[in-house]
Every structure is written in C-alpha cells, then in structure tokens.
C-alpha cells in the first residue's frame, strides 16, 4: 500500500510463482558444478609430512576441507564408510577456528577438554602438551604446564610476537624459536617416522644448524614446489584453498536475474496490473525469501531424522549392555 501497488488475484500469483519455479530450474540445471580437484595420490600427511601410505595407515581425506592425515597421525582407528570428517569440520563446519599454540590457519586440529582448538602438530612438538588417547590422538593436554617463557618465545619465521608458543633450535646454545606450523612450512622439522624397530626423537632446527642430508631434502623439496608453481594445470589442483573458501563463503537468498523479470514480464501482459515491473520485483523478492526459508526447513527435517537414528542407537546399545549383565550374572 506504501508504494501504492496494485491488489493482484490468487490465479496471478500463482502464475508467477509457478512461472520463477520453471525459470529457476532451466537456470540453475546448465550452471555447472563446482569442480573441486580430487586428491592427489602424493598428497603428504598434515602432520607428519609423509605421503607414504600403507594398508593399516592409509592416508585418509576430509569430505569437508579435503585435509590429508594418516590414519594412526590424526587417530582414525578404522575408515568409516562414506564420507569422513575431520574434528573441526565435525564439531565447527562454517566458522574458523584459531589455534592455542600458533597463529596459522587451515591444517589437522584437535580440541582440549576445555573446548580450545590446537593444532595437533603443535601438540606433538611443544615439550608440555601432549594427547590424552593416543588411539584417538585427543584430547589435547598440558597447555596448562607451559611455561611463560615458551608464551613470550618470539617466532623467527612469522615475527608474530605474543601469539602461540614456540619451539626453539635443538642446537645447543641455539635460542632461535619458531613456531611448530611456521618450521613445518619452511621444512625445518626432521621426519617423525623412523625407521622400523628405531624409536622416534623429534628435533628441529634453524637453518644454519639444519644437517647436511635434511638440508639438502629441503633444498630438493622447494625447488619441486616451484617448479609446481610454474605447472599450467596447477591451478585445478588447488583444491584444499578452494574448498576452505566454498566452506566459509555463505550465500542469501537467491536472486532473480533481471532478464528472467523480463521474461515473467512478457508472460503476463495480458493481466490488467499497474506498476506492473515494481509488482513483479516485489514477487520475486518473496520467492526468493521463501526458497530459503524452505532450504532450511529441509535441513531441519534432516537434522531431526538423524536425532531419531541416534535416539533409536541409544536404545538398541542400552538393550545390548542390559543383555551382555543378564549373561555374567547367570
């Protein structure tokens, strides 16, 4: 009434509807999917930085941010069929999390008992923190007993000062600090796999004390990533910052093309309406707002039916331990 728009019937807004429906379909069809690049069959490890894989440690992928990780590096005891997600798409899938030990973003995270993220190669290379399960490679422990003079160690690589703790050079009478995720980056942690039957020492070090047959693996790994970079067709590769940003970006409602208006425009001049273009954006609009809407009525019904399957576990697991204490007690 504001705009002083003309009343329109019932026959006529369900024409219109009916039409933006139609419209929308024959749109949306012959827009092409988005083509994230599937895994590589070299990818390495998050945290150890292996791409070797092996039957009972395969390198498994996030269905969410396509993150790479051993099985036994990330705690995966056994590969769930269908997809598989990691901790922090599981638990926080649309807003980013931080890191307690360093300020990167992206990479293999695991949570404290107190709801902290970390980044689980931090929690393996700071002295003090370590993981409760080692099966299931959570929670995170031992933020608590760090030190402040790790806190106020001052990143070599990154220069961020009073964010994270730091490691340092295992050089004697070295104090060059870096952050775990920053020496990772900059290849200047030594394998943590060791050989079978070794046991397994973790030690990093600056550049100028990095030994001789690491530095010279360093030197090979850079000049491989460059030359990557230079590869046409790495760009369609590129999947792990693609799907990050498909996870973080979020859409409104959707929006009618203009030449679509013109279309419905065309459709129903032989209606009678006044401000007939101003009527038919202020339809469409509604559409729009109620395309997502219903989104997100289908999202609860889902939500609700996975409630009812886990409801209905909850009861056949609680009938199975009622069953197994009838069996010892006889």
């Not at 490691?167 to 060059?176: F, L, P, S, W």
Request: proline content about 5%.
């Amino acid at each position: 009434k504001k705009e002083q728009l003309s009343k329109i019937s019932y026959e006529l807004f369900e024409i219109v509807m009916d039409r933006l429906e139609k419209e929308w379909f024959d749109l949306t069809k012959n827009i092409p999917k988005p083509d994230f690049a599937l895994p590589s069959e070299d990818s390495t490890c998050a945290i150890c930085d292996d791409s070797e894989g092996e039957n009972s440690n395969a390198i498994v992928f996030c269905d969410g941010c396509n993150l790479a990780v051993h099985q036994e590096c990330y705690g995966v005891p056994y590969i769930p069929e269908g997809q598989w997600l990691c901790r922090k798409c599981t638990v926080s899938p649309e807003n980013p999390v931080s890191c307690r030990l360093c300020p990167n973003e992206g990479g293999a995270f695991k949570q404290t008992n107190s709801g902290d993220w970390v980044h689980l190669l931090c929690a393996i290379w700071v002295p003090e923190t370590g993981v409760t399960n080692e099966t299931f490679m959570e929670p995170v422990t031992g933020i608590e007993n760090i030190g402040k003079d790790r806190w106020a160690l001052v990143c070599s690589i990154c220069h961020v000062a009073g964010v994270g703790a730091s490691i340092q050079c295992a050089r004697k009478a070295c104090y060059t600090a870096f952050h775990a995720t920053c020496a990772r980056s900059q290849r200047l942690l030594l394998p943590m796999k060791a050989a079978q039957g070794a046991s397994v020492s973790l030690a990093c070090f600056c550049e100028k004390h990095l030994p001789q047959e690491q530095k010279e693996a360093r030197e090979a790994a850079f000049a491989a990533d460059e030359a990557l970079q230079d590869d046409p067709g790495h760009n369609a590769k590129m999947a792990k910052s693609a799907r990050a940003y498909a996870k973080t970006y979020k859409p409104g409602p959707p929006l009618v093309p203009h030449v679509v208006v013109e279309r419905i425009d065309f459709y129903i001049r032989r209606f009678k309406l006044s401000k007939r273009v101003p009527t038919l954006q202020l339809m469409c609009r509604y559409w729009s707002l109620k395309l997502q809407v219903e989104e997100k009525v289908m999202k609860l019904d889902q939500l609700n039916h996975l409630l009812y399957d886990l409801e209905g576990l909850k009861d056949l697991a609680f009938s199975a331990k009622k069953r197994e204490k009838w069996k010892l007690e006889r």
